[in-house]
């Protein structure tokens, strides 16, 4: 069974950092494609951050690049998202995605893509 579980979500003030994980099973994590994506409540989910580890490629939105890294470190099967300097506009549901390898040289930050997810850990940035 595929299995992805998020943590590290939380309150913070802008400007404050967060370090998100996201757990996964081993059958899940030999995938070679993971994300992160974000969503607030009546918007589309959006991609923030994936990483394919066949070439240690990352991918970014615009809209963080410099601020958060995505990681993964293989031993623990989790991966990671390192988040700074944290605006309110960052505030949303935050979900780690996967994907089988075939489907890495897709759009990485297309949620489309990816077909296990987990179930979301909330990030809210305040003033």
């Known amino acids: 069974q595929v299995q992805l579980v998020e943590s590290g979500g939380g309150s913070v003030q802008s400007g404050g950092s967060l370090r998100l994980s996201c757990a996964a099973s081993?059958?899940?994590?030999?995938?070679?494609?993971m994300a992160w994506f974000r969503q607030d409540p009546g918007k589309e989910r959006e991609g923030v951050a994936a990483?394919?580890?066949?070439?240690?490629?990352?991918s970014y939105a615009d809209s963080v690049k410099g601020r958060f890294t995505i990681s993964r470190d293989n031993a623990k099967n989790t991966l990671y998202l390192q988040m700074n300097s944290l605006k309110p506009e960052d505030t949303a549901m935050y979900y780690c995605?996967?994907?089988?390898?075939?489907?890495?040289?897709?759009?990485?930050?297309?949620?489309?893509?990816?077909?296990?997810w987990g179930q979301g850990t909330q990030v809210t940035v305040s003033n």
């Open positions: 990483i394919d580890d066949s070439d240690g490629s990352t």
């Open positions: 081993r059958y899940t994590y030999s995938r070679d494609c």
């Open positions: 995605a996967a994907r089988p390898a075939r489907r890495c040289s897709w759009d990485p930050l297309a949620a489309w893509g990816y077909n296990a």
